[in-house]
């Protein structure tokens, strides 16, 4: 593709948008990015700029950099900003890799405080994977039951904040992106949440967007996971109630089907297809690998047997495949938990420990569609922030893997939006719109 398509990521976490447009051959140029959660957005720094720091970064007093870092409002957690106070206890050395995960990926940081009149121009492709919690079934069985209510407070309505700056975009007279992409999980589609969403949708449209909804799934797109996904595309239209017409007409028909099968024709998803084999590292010669399984490994106790004997063996008593899963289970912000991912048999010879173990970090993100590479470049970044506490320990990067989207679902969706493109294209070339 010799065309360079305009990015910016909201709630951007490690980037899977942006991998997702790589892994298609496709020119990005990513003008801004909006994550908050420091350990997403320093992971985002070190996969997509690089694990090392810019020399001035690299030679910053701490001093200066609380400086400049206390007009952001920061997440350790994801969920509520972190105090000041607390960020002053950082060590310097985290405190680099913070401040390079700003800078390098012309980070906003918290999409509250972001006007749209601060956006940059000429925007192709805006991507808003908001925070699923309050309205995941997990979110809800740890009673996170708001919704994306207006005004609720809740983590999920942060989706209005995203129109909020679409709207102040278009009172300043900018221009508004080319193209949106949400991703959320399916009950969006609930009786509970539903009537939000419509509206939301139907802000789009006032706004001179035209809506397509598809639920797909990751393993449809050549990753072994079960994961539906609610994909959304919206395309702008703007005042053209011509093409707006041509593309309720183009996509009348089309289903979650045809965006599979349009997709599986592609060479990347022949060149890329993977089975859970493929995205396992059992080399346990490795000693490397070997201490990533052994990291994994839960206590013996009745819990955690029950978590062996109730959920999917990957690899059996032995050492064996088991051929029998097509699949695994969704990959959820953590697997020590009942049920989750899959487990494989492991006798690590420690004493007290289980004879299996749970999906690594570097397998979760593997099963997300991210490359070793990717995990290597991460851990690099594992400095302590404060004494024996790692910015990057075993459970983030779960977390971190578990709050991402699959690269080959959102390879599926932007492959669609390409070739929406080039209708388009085609008709304003004909004359037609």
Partial sequence: MSHT??????????????????????????????????????????IHNSPELDEDIAKMEKQQLLEILKNYTLSNNGKEPMEY???????????????????????????????????????DILTYSFPCQDLSNVGAFHGYNKGIDKDSGSRSSL??????????????????????????????????????????????ENLGYFNICFLLNAMDFGLPQLRIRLLMLSVYCGDNEELYEKLEEHFK????????????????????????????????????????????????????????EENPQIILPGGAFNY??????TITTKQDRNPNSGNLWFDSGIAGKSKFRYLTPRECLLFMGFKDI????????????????????????????????????????????????????????????
């Fill in 159 to 204: 989706i209005w904040q995203v129109g909020r700056i679409l709207q102040e975009m278009k009172d300043a007279d900018k221009v508004l992106p080319r193209f949106l992409l949400m991703e959320n999980v399916k009950s969006l589609l609930s009786p509970r949440h539903k009537g939000n969403f419509d509206i939301w949708k139907n802000d789009l």
């Fill in 324 to 329: 029998d899963i097509p699949y695994i289970r």
């Fill in 5 to 46: 398509y305009n990015l910016v990521e909201f709630f951007s976490g490690i980037g899977s948008q942006a991998r997702a447009l790589e892994n298609l051959d496709i020119e990005v140029n990513i003008l801004g990015t909006c994550e908050w959660d420091i350990h997403a957005f320093v992971a985002y720094d070190a």
């Fill in 253 to 308: 028909d089309m289903k979650s089907e045809d965006i599979k099968n349009l997709y599986q024709k592609t060479k990347y998803y022949k060149r890329n297809k993977k089975s859970i084999e493929d995205l396992l590292r059992t080399d346990y010669s490795k000693e490397y690998l070997k201490n990533e399984a052994i990291e994994c490994t839960p206590n013996d106790t009745p819990s955690r047997r029950r978590i062996w």
């Fill in 85 to 123: 106070s607390i960020l002053k206890t950082y060590s310097v050395e985290a405190l680099r890799y913070i401040y390079s995960g700003i800078r390098r990926s012309n980070n906003f940081v918290d999409i509250s405080s972001l006007n749209g009149n601060s956006m940059p121009d000429n925007i």
């Fill in 374 to 433: 990717d995990y290597i470049n991460i851990k690099k970044r594992n400095v302590d922030f404060h004494r024996n506490s790692s910015l990057f320990p075993r459970d983030k990067i779960i977390r971190m893997a578990g709050n991402s989207i699959p690269v080959k679902l959102l390879e599926g969706i932007f492959w669609l939006m390409l070739e929406t493109d080039k209708f388009i294209k085609g008709d304003v070339k004909n004359g037609r719109t």
